[in-house]
């Protein structure tokens, strides 16, 4: 079956890094993805990934290793607006998104 | 960036009446509608897949008799929830997808419309 995994809740300090991880299990690949969701409003992008590897965007950046079927997100320099739900999603070989349940992230002062 | 609009943001309606559901894609053409539905402290669940000028795909569990989908342009999909019962008072997020050359197969995501039925 189909299957995303990352962890229910994480807190950190503002200022500070944080690294949630991933790990998906699908019929085919066709990228992961990582998208932030404030409470009562729809998913906004942040990252694609589809090769090994990292990429930077800003104070984002998002990991990719296929052959481990793993993936992460970092985040730099916590504000307190980062505080979110952090959904990764996983496409499949038909263009689906596999959803994981997310990850709270709650930024402290 | 490629913008999704809904309509309404909100609603509130009593048990046994109807709601719809517009989704629109503001500046593109979308092949491909997808609906959600988010219930509190949950994951998004897909609930169908719409293409343009074609029947929508349900996942398995979801009543398609129940909740109607018309995708009848490029630009406009509608979910309709028919006889609502409060089982589904949840928030219906819409996305829309047109494959790009060269590109990966971003879905873009509307605002969302939260449901509440009485």
């Known amino acids: 079956g189909q299957n995303i995994d990352q962890p229910t809740e994480m807190t950190a300090t503002e200022g500070a890094i944080v690294q949630i991880n991933c790990t998906y299990q699908t019929s085919g690949f066709n990228g992961l993805f990582w998208y932030q969701q404030h409470a009562g409003e729809a998913p906004t992008f942040l990252s694609y990934n589809v090769l090994d590897g990292l990429e930077e965007k800003g104070r984002f950046s998002s990991f990719l290793s296929r052959s481990k079927g793993y993936s992460y997100l970092l985040l730099k320099e916590l504000q307190m607006k980062d505080s979110a739900s952090y959904l990764c999603a996983a496409m499949d070989s038909n263009y689906q998104l596999i959803w994981g349940a997310g990850t709270k992230l709650i930024i402290k002062p | 960036g490629a913008v999704v609009s809904q309509h309404p943001s909100w609603v509130i309606c009593k048990s046994g009446t109807s709601v719809k559901i517009e989704c629109r894609s503001l500046d593109f053409q979308a092949t491909t509608m997808f609906w959600y539905r988010q219930f509190p402290k949950q994951s998004l669940m897909l609930m169908a897949t719409?293409?343009?000028?074609?029947?929508?795909?349900?996942e398995q569990g979801v009543e398609k008799d129940k909740f109607l989908i018309n995708h009848a342009s490029l630009t406009l999909s509608t979910l309709t929830v028919t006889s609502a019962h409060p089982e589904d008072s949840s928030f219906y997020i819409c996305?829309?997808?047109?494959?790009?050359?060269?590109?990966?197969?971003?879905?873009?995501f509307g605002p969302g419309t939260r449901l509440t039925v009485l």
């Open positions: 996305s829309a997808r047109t494959p790009r050359t060269g590109d990966y197969n971003e879905q873009f």
């Open positions: 719409s293409n343009e000028g074609s029947k929508a795909t349900y």
